[in-house]
């Protein structure tokens, strides 16, 4: 744990996005889904290009985050799947939590990419973050939780 300047704002029970229970879309660089576009983008936009294959449910689902928040436990998941368990750190700063990771610029199926991301949640008050654990699942997935 590290002491730092902490967000009274965001520690404030009616802040709208204290405490999300999901966050999906982070495919960041892959395709551009037609349902998530702004109408008109299509016609306006040099980067867009319609899908040319089906696309299976797990697609939809990757780079998805959740937080359950129970009785007896904060537990938090993150799809890291395109980073290695080298290029992950989770760090507690007051009462956040926070989850980086980067890549350098590597090969992949559509050319060269580099990755970086950082998620930071706010942690409930009764969570101490002395007590938060990460495991990775083979498939990539984070599973953060503390007891609450």
Excluded at 43 to 48: K, V
Excluded at 75 to 80: E, M, S
Excluded at 111 to 140: I, K, M, N, Q
């Amino acid at each position: 744990v590290e002491t730092g300047f902490h967000h009274p704002e965001l520690r404030h029970p009616d802040f709208p996005l204290a405490n999300p229970s999901r966050l999906g879309e982070q495919r960041f660089g892959e395709v551009l889904l037609p349902a998530l576009c702004p109408p008109g983008c299509a016609s306006l936009s040099p980067f867009y290009q319609p899908v040319l294959f089906p696309l299976f449910p797990a697609a939809f689902s990757a780079g998805a985050s959740e937080l359950r928040l129970s009785e007896g436990k904060f537990q938090a998941f993150l799809d890291v799947s395109h980073f290695t368990p080298d290029e992950v750190t989770v760090r507690t700063v007051d009462n956040l939590l926070e989850v980086s990771a980067r890549h350098p610029q590597r090969l992949d199926r559509h050319g060269f990419v580099s990755r970086e991301f950082c998620r930071t949640y706010v942690l409930p008050a009764d969570v101490d973050p002395w007590r938060v654990r990460a495991a990775l699942s083979h498939d990539g997935i984070l599973n953060l939780e503390a007891p609450r």
